[in-house]
């Protein structure tokens, strides 16, 4: 397989916005050996293969000869094809020239990918949506002064953000009602939700459970309510297939809230906490080493989680 049909055959995926434009392996480092540590980072990591019945020692046996009689950059086919068995959204990896490859979407990501836009949304609006925190949520009160929040991402990457909502949920105080929409938001920091998620608390709530690779708990953990700020009215929190990580744990605790009701779709059912493994030949493989849990005790990583409505 040449390097031609190698670009062609990814160039196809491109709609996921993806780039598979590889960079040549570093020629010092075998195939093999780069395969095997990539292999053994899931082995020692991976909290799901039980959950999703994945025999890993098979899968190695599966890819390995391919691997040995790669040449140059045919190594991502094998190591994208064998990531991809995971069937896990928080799996990707980066070639020694920095290009992000990832295997496998959510197909409820896929379908709803397209699905959500602020432009319809903006139609049920008198005004136009005001926007905060580096554009990363829009707000505005409908006529019947129910208010309306989204959230595009739960990323911690802008110090604004925290003054930003907490000063719109200070404007919002009034309404009769707050719409929480987290359509299309692929995640970010538990740190950012909790955050949001303490402006609706009456009393702290416990946090959902992690489970690491070997089934040890995380310390238990609790959210408090926001000290200046309260708002204990009803809301409704509106989810789709694209909702996503970060996304699905503000959806699975709000849900445990008595004033709230989620509407929408089940969404991606992405629930791993994924971290970045260097090994040899300059590759980061990027995998969950920890599995978020509903309030039940159940796994919803690729399942996802369903709305009340």
Same mark, same amino acid.
Not at 82 to 88: F, N, Q, T, V
Not at 286 to 309: C, M, Q, V, W
């Given at each position: 397989?040449?390097? $031609?049909?190698?670009?062609?055959?990814?160039?196809?995926?491109?709609?996921?916005?993806?780039?598979?434009?590889?960079?040549?392996?570093? /020629?010092?480092?075998?195939?093999?050996?780069?395969?095997?540590?990539?292999?053994?980072?899931?082995?020692?990591?991976?909290?799901?293969?039980?959950?999703?019945?994945?025999?890993?020692?098979?899968?190695?046996?599966?890819?390995?000869?391919?691997?040995?009689?790669?040449?140059?950059?045919?190594?991502?086919?094998?190591?994208?094809?064998?990531?991809?068995?995971?069937?896990?959204?928080?799996?990707?990896?980066?070639?020694?020239?920095?290009?992000?490859?990832?295997?496998?979407?959510?197909?409820?990501?896929?379908?709803?990918?397209?699905?959500? =836009?602020?432009?319809?949304?903006?139609?049920?609006?008198?005004?136009?949506?005001?926007?905060?925190?580096?554009?990363?949520?829009?707000?505005?009160?409908?006529?019947?002064?129910?208010?309306?929040?989204?959230?595009?991402?739960?990323?911690?990457?802008?110090?604004?953000?925290?003054?930003?909502?907490?000063?719109?949920?200070?404007?919002?105080?009034?309404?009769?009602?707050?719409?929480?929409?987290?359509?299309?938001?692929?995640?970010? =920091?538990?740190?950012?939700?909790?955050?949001?998620?303490?402006?609706?608390?009456?009393?702290?709530?416990?946090?959902?459970?992690?489970?690491?690779?070997?089934?040890?708990? =995380?310390?238990?953990?609790?959210?408090?309510?926001?000290?200046?700020?309260?708002?204990?009215?009803?809301?409704?929190?509106?989810?789709?297939?694209?909702?996503?990580?970060?996304?699905?744990?503000?959806?699975?605790?709000?849900?445990?809230?008595?004033?709230?009701?989620?509407?929408?779709?089940?969404?991606?059912?992405? =629930?791993?906490?994924?971290?970045?493994?260097?090994?040899?030949?300059?590759? $980061?493989?990027?995998?969950?080493?920890?599995?978020?849990?509903?309030?039940?005790? /159940?796994?919803?990583?690729?399942?996802?989680?369903?709305?009340?409505?």
């Amino acid at each position: 397989m040449n390097k $031609i049909f190698i670009a062609f055959l990814f160039s196809n995926l491109s709609f996921l916005q993806c780039s598979y434009i590889f960079e040549p392996v570093i /020629e010092e480092v075998s195939p093999v050996k780069i395969f095997e540590d990539a292999w053994q980072v899931a082995d020692e990591n991976y909290p799901f293969f039980t959950f999703k019945n994945i025999d890993w020692d098979v899968i190695y046996q599966k890819y390995y000869l391919k691997a040995k009689n790669t040449q140059g950059d045919e190594i991502l086919i094998v190591l994208h094809n064998m990531l991809g068995e995971l069937k896990d959204g928080h799996i990707w990896f980066y070639t020694n020239g920095g290009k992000r490859i990832k295997p496998f979407y959510s197909p409820r990501t896929l379908k709803d990918r397209k699905a959500f =836009s602020l432009l319809v949304v903006q139609k049920y609006f008198d005004k136009k949506l005001s926007f905060a925190g580096g554009k990363r949520f829009f707000y505005g009160i409908l006529s019947n002064n129910i208010g309306y929040i989204y959230i595009s991402t739960f990323k911690n990457d802008r110090t604004e953000w925290y003054i930003d909502f907490k000063n719109i949920i200070s404007r919002l105080k009034n309404t009769d009602g707050i719409i929480i929409d987290v359509r299309n938001n692929e995640g970010g =920091s538990d740190i950012v939700t909790h955050y949001v998620i303490s402006f609706f608390l009456q009393q702290p709530i416990k946090s959902p459970v992690w489970v690491d690779s070997q089934g040890n708990k =995380s310390p238990e953990y609790w959210i408090n309510p926001n000290k200046r700020i309260k708002y204990l009215k009803n809301i409704v929190v509106l989810q789709n297939g694209t909702s996503f990580s970060a996304a699905e744990e503000f959806v699975n605790i709000m849900k445990e809230l008595p004033s709230v009701t989620t509407v929408g779709d089940t969404t991606a059912g992405g =629930s791993g906490a994924p971290e970045d493994f260097r090994i040899d030949g300059g590759f $980061i493989i990027h995998i969950p080493t920890k599995a978020l849990l509903r309030y039940n005790g /159940e796994y919803f990583e690729n399942t996802g989680i369903s709305p009340d409505i």
